[in-house]
């Protein structure tokens, strides 16, 4: 039996993103109400899926790991299928596939690093990024070299990079860089997860399992947009385009940067937000012959340096009867596609057209001299004050594993079940139609 609240609340939610439906659907099954609210005028945020000749190609994140527990329940829940991933490749400047170092694997440097865990950041794996942050404040390249680990980046550094993490020259924190080699799940054995032995994806899409999340819910409202939040000691109140939205707690789902500009900020806030760093990364989604076929490839040439930045650092042919590839690059958006055709020819192939190209904001990070001032344990100190809560990448690290696991511990955390609710309940799905990319 679960613990019992007085109450239900009202909650609502910021952004139909993973971190924001999962926490959502926590909530509703806890016996809360709750209005989700987005932009956009479909769910998924970077997760979403769009579809070219009835075949569908993922915009962001979609490869799980043996890491993926809460992301593998989901889909178990609602009943989604799923298939193995494609095989990954790693291609040199000439398009010639090189083999990919697993020294780290291999050598004493994995011991080293197991024991340096235990010893300074033995939660690494747990929800959040608090817990490990100031153990893991230093530059990468500098954390590598003082704990000589420089294998490391040999072995993960290519898979890094291409995942839009930044460029291991950029001075990005180390906890950035662990928290990501941690959830390959290549460190430590894992569970075998849904059936499969490796990596695996969703069939048709990892944008289904998001719209099946949604469909669930009984309040969500795409094509909404926040025009300003207040919040008072009673309650909040979200006015939107559509019609204010009154609540007793918010939870924001989206970066506090992204939010600041409507949002009845503190200075506390208003000064972390000010902190937040970001990759500008791109998919474009384009058909290109003529290249190597039926992987993921990642382009060593380009993930090596920032001063790459503007060209391809990988892409993903999914479909062997398709020539259509998902491309993703870092830089400016003038710089993406006329730097992804000269990389398309310099690898063999011909771009012919562009189906789509998305923009993203990615990685919300702090650098190392705010880790080492707490940041992150100052954002979790706003946890629940001015009646807000954080969800997302900020907090949690942007991977689509760490958001939903953040998410579903803090609705778990702090709302508990509402008078009544002993079980999770189900409730009549809605409809969501996608469209299709034509």
């Not at 747990?126 to 390249?141: C, D, K, M, T």
């Not at 939870?251 to 937000?273: G, N």
């Not at 907090?395 to 760490?402: D, I, K, R, S, T």
Request: proline letters at 4%; a negative charge; hydrophobic letters at 40%.
């Amino acid at each position: 039996m679960q613990e019992l609240h007085e109450s239900a609340r009202t909650v609502a939610v910021v952004g139909a993103g993973p971190s924001g439906l999962a926490v959502a659907r926590e909530l509703e099954r806890a016996g809360h109400r709750v209005t989700v609210l987005e932009e956009q005028d479909t769910v998924a945020g970077k997760c979403r899926s769009v579809h070219v000749d009835g075949r569908a190609y993922d915009l962001g994140g979609h490869i799980c790991t043996n890491r993926y527990e809460r992301t593998a329940q989901l889909l178990s829940e609602l009943d989604v299928e799923t298939e193995r991933t494609t095989r990954y490749r790693v291609l040199d400047a000439e398009g010639k596939a090189v083999r990919q170092s697993m020294a780290f694997l291999r050598d004493d440097a994995l011991q080293r690093y197991r024991a340096l865990r235990e010893r300074e950041f033995p939660r690494i794996a747990e929800p959040g990024l608090a817990h490990s942050a100031r153990a893991l404040a230093a530059p990468v390249a500098e954390w590598l070299a003082e704990h000589g680990l420089r294998s490391m980046a040999d072995s993960f550094g290519t898979g890094y990079t291409a995942a839009g993490y930044g460029h291991l020259d950029e001075g990005i924190p180390a906890l950035y860089f662990v928290k990501y080699v941690e959830m390959t799940g290549l460190l430590d054995p894992g569970p075998e997860l849904l059936g499969h032995s490796g990596d695996f994806t969703v069939v048709g899409g990892f944008g289904t399992l998001w719209r099946r999340v949604a469909e669930e819910l009984k309040d969500l409202r795409c094509g909404v947009r926040v025009i300003s939040i207040e919040r008072h000691a009673d309650g909040v109140r979200v006015h939107t385009d559509a019609g204010p939205v009154e609540a007793d707690d918010l939870v924001l789902a989206v970066t506090p940067d992204r939010v600041l500009p409507v949002l009845d900020a503190t200075d506390e806030e208003r000064d972390l937000a000010g902190r937040i760093r970001g990759n500008a990364y791109h998919t474009t989604l384009a058909t290109a012959s003529g290249l190597p076929g039926d992987a993921f490839y990642f382009l060593a040439g380009h993930t090596a340096s920032r001063a790459t930045a503007g060209h391809c650092v990988s892409y993903h042919h999914r479909y062997p009867g398709s020539d259509v590839r998902t491309f993703y690059s870092y830089g400016r958006p003038e710089d993406v596609t006329a730097l992804l055709r000269e990389d398309v020819e310099a690898l063999g192939g011909r771009l012919t057209e562009v189906h789509l190209q998305r923009a993203w904001a990615f990685m919300p990070y702090f650098g190392g001299a705010d880790l080492r001032d707490r940041a992150l344990d100052r954002l979790d100190a706003l946890q629940g004050r001015n009646r807000t809560y954080y969800v997302g990448g900020l907090p949690a690290f942007e991977l689509v594993e760490c958001a939903v696991a953040h998410a579903q511990d803090l609705a778990r955390r702090h709302f508990p079940p509402a008078q009544g609710t002993l079980t999770r309940q189900d409730h009549r799905p809605a409809t969501i139609e996608e469209e299709p990319l034509t």
